[in-house]
């Protein structure tokens, strides 16, 4: 089913959805970006892991 | 138009009639010096209306469709209870009493249209000539350039609207997995959130459906019956999966010059809900609201005309926005 759940003691679950929140209130109003996060950060704490930061996409690796 | 009412219609929109006049199924652009700075092209305008629908604004029509609205316009953003159904016989009438009275609320929410456009300058030395005289027809290929960039950008900005309303699952697509086991999970949680399929539709990206491709024709893949899937077109993923239909969003999109071509979408898979001709009040998860411009349409261009160049412009005032976020879906793949 999912990928295997990774467990990252040192992660900072309320910087990292905080940072989700304001990356997606770039394009949506910022009660749908809340909305979206908590959605998201519920589904995720359910799946048993919190995930660790995404990689740096090639775009950003390429600029 | 018979030709007398034709030289009326370019009198009024502002077009002057240089040599001869213009034959009726002619492009005539209207001549900036003798009329304001920047004259709306209305024959031009009316040439980017006219044109067939090519792959980029079928692109973006299928992944936002167009609803036309005012430039400011509001509308009430729906709670859940589309679904809300009177399981306790509620809906029964006693005698001598009312019906039940019920309210959908939502919350009242205001847009507005981006003004979008692009100027280009283009010289009049690179123009062909005839005789001297520029040949014809020239505008139009021009604006139809400006324009593919202009649908361009709103594919991005729509598949950007569309990854920020989603909620997200990690998927991994290998020789042990099932890749379209994994979309059809995803398609089942938009269902959930919707509560039909009826108008869903999954969009894949280029290196996603590669490595869908690649997974159920790797060698050690162990004989279940479903290496067949690397042969689905589309329309047979849609019917496997359950849903409206399936889109590859297999463009290119190039920051600026010099850079690296990348995927529009790469290892990412969407689920969400649109209907195909939306109104204001219909349940899409993605709605792209267009308002008319200057002279009606979609679209509109302006030439102005110098010496020795000449500017146009293209423009289009849309938004691209999200009424409703439950349901959109999202998988990011690992290719192991």
Known sequence: MAAKPKKNPNFDADAYYKAMAADKAKVLPLKDALEVTARQRAEDEAAGFAPEPEEESPEAKAE | ?336
Not at chain 2, 111 to 126: I, N, P, S
Request: proline share 3%; hydrophobic share 40%.
């Open chain 2, 1 to 336: 138009m018979k030709d007398k009412q034709l030289n009326l219609f370019l009198a009024l929109t502002g077009a002057t009639i240089i040599g001869d006049a213009p034959v009726l199924g002619q492009i005539t652009v209207s001549n900036s010096a003798q009329n304001y700075a920047g004259s709306l092209a209305q024959d031009v305008a009316g040439y980017l209306a006219g044109i067939p629908s090519d792959d980029l604004t079928a692109m973006l029509d299928a992944l936002a469709p167009g609803i036309q609205t005012n430039d400011f316009f509001q509308f009430a953003k729906a709670d859940d209870e589309a679904y809300l159904t009177e399981a306790d016989d509620s809906d029964i009438r006693a005698a001598g009493s009312n019906f039940k009275r019920i309210q959908y609320r939502g919350t009242t929410v205001t847009e507005a249209t981006q003004q979008k456009g692009l100027t280009m300058r283009v010289d009049h030395k690179t123009l062909p000539k005839v005789n001297g005289t520029i040949v014809p027809g020239w505008e139009n290929r021009y604006a139809e350039g400006l324009r593919r960039r202009l649908v361009r950008a709103d594919i991005v900005r729509a598949l950007a609207v569309i990854d920020a309303a989603s909620t997200n699952v990690a998927i991994t697509y290998s020789a042990s997995t099932n890749p379209d086991g994994l979309l059809r999970a995803m398609v089942q949680l938009t269902r959930t959130a919707l509560g039909s399929l009826a108008d869903v539709q999954v969009v894949c990206g280029n290196a996603s459906w590669q490595g869908r491709q690649d997974a159920y024709e790797a060698a050690a893949r162990v004989n279940t019956g479903v290496a067949n899937h690397s042969d689905y077109t589309m329309e047979q993923l849609a019917r496997y999966l359950g849903v409206k239909r399936v889109l590859l969003q297999d463009g290119i999109k190039q920051a600026s010059k010099g850079a690296t071509k990348t995927d529009m979408l790469g290892l990412v898979n969407y689920s969400y809900a649109v209907t195909d001709s939306p109104v204001i009040d219909d349940p899409s998860n993605i709605k792209r609201c267009w308002s008319p411009v200057k002279g009606g349409g979609e679209w509109a261009v302006a030439i102005q005309e110098h010496e020795v160049f000449t500017d146009i412009t293209v423009w289009h005032e849309s938004k691209i926005i999200a009424p409703i976020t439950t349901g959109v879906r999202k998988t990011t793949v690992t290719i192991a």
